[in-house]
């Protein structure tokens, strides 16, 4: 097989446990962020930009064009720092058509106003499923896997695949699927597809929790996870799947920043607009999720 011209490189925030990763063609230079962190303390209220400018210097150091910022998803666990990195080196955002589905719920959630546009507007460009794209060279294409959330896309890139919370590595499992307009029967079906990719393709995780105290790890294959993963290996029903989950899913804790994180995400990384005193405020709804 010809090597291929993909390079892929992970960048793990410890604060979020999240991965983001660059795309980057050998051939065109062209390439693609994942999944990037705009890092927020809640504790403060700051934000900062240490996590998105690694990697904004490292596609200047690779002579990189940046093509594509894409979302795998709305983010409940951290802010997205695509508007920033746009700014900084260009490049379309992408995430998946159904955001409008979250946009909906969630500007119902925030109250957000008439001008909060529900039509995924904010964005670049909405992945259809099974739409084909590039990254210079490299053949691309959005899966739509719904389950976490409505609007979740792997991207099918090359030989990899970017699962973003659709599943997480073997030994930990697969993402909640509690949050507003979460399934736990579309996860199972859209893990099922996404293991259907052929054996050998590299899949590169959203995050990691270092189940056990191990290091952080991303990456994976089809085979490894249809082996071994403790939450869908082969031979799991799709009942069994959505009794695990169920049990699960009502233990857990909301994220930390789930609230900011999405009533930022779901406009596409933008802060609100500052008030009148110049000053920009979160929201925070009182028993609403
Ligand atoms: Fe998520």
């Known amino acids: 097989m010809a090597k291929s011209n993909m390079l892929v490189e992970g960048f793990f925030d410890p604060a979020t446990s999240t991965i983001s990763y660059i795309v980057f063609d050998r051939h065109s230079k062209q390439c693609a962020v994942v999944d990037s962190v705009l890092d927020f303390d809640p504790k403060s209220g700051r934000t900062s930009t240490q996590s998105a400018d690694r990697i904004i210097a490292r596609i200047r150091e690779l002579g990189g064009k940046l093509e594509w910022i894409l979302e795998t998803h709305v983010h409940a666990d951290h802010l997205s720092a695509a508007p920033y990195i746009k700014e900084q080196l260009g490049g379309k955002l992408g995430i998946g058509k159904e955001i409008t589905t979250v946009q909906t719920v969630f500007g119902r959630v925030f109250n957000a106003g008439t001008e909060f546009a529900r039509d995924g507007s904010q ?5 259809a499923d099974e739409e084909a794209f590039r990254i210079g060279t490299l053949e691309a294409r959005a899966l739509h896997t719904p389950g976490h959330t409505p609007a979740c896309i ?3 890139i090359d ?17 909640r699927c509690d949050f507003p307009g979460g399934d736990a029967h579309k996860l199972y079906r859209s893990i099922r597809r996404v293991l259907a990719l052929p054996p050998e393709t590299r899949l590169f995780m959203c995050h990691d929790y270092m189940p056990a105290g191990r290091e952080p790890r991303w990456e994976t294959t089809v ?6 993963n403790v939450h869908v290996h082969d031979g799991i029903s799709e009942e069994q799947f959505i009794d695990m989950r169920k049990s ?7 994220p930390v920043l789930i609230l900011p994180s ?7 990384g933008r802060l609100p607009e500052p008030e009148n005193n ?3 405020y979160l929201k925070i709804p009182l028993n609403a999720v």
């Open 248 to 254: 699960r899913d009502a233990k857990l804790d909301m």
């Open 159 to 175: 030989d990899a695949a970017f699962v973003g919370d659709t599943l997480f590595m073997p030994d930990y499992g697969t993402a």
């Open 123 to 127: 964005f670049d460009h909405l992945f």
């Open 262 to 268: 999405v009533q930022v995400n779901m406009r596409a």
């Open 223 to 228: 085979a490894e996870e249809r082996a071994r």
């Open 278 to 280: 110049g000053m920009r």
């Open 154 to 156: 792997t991207y099918r």
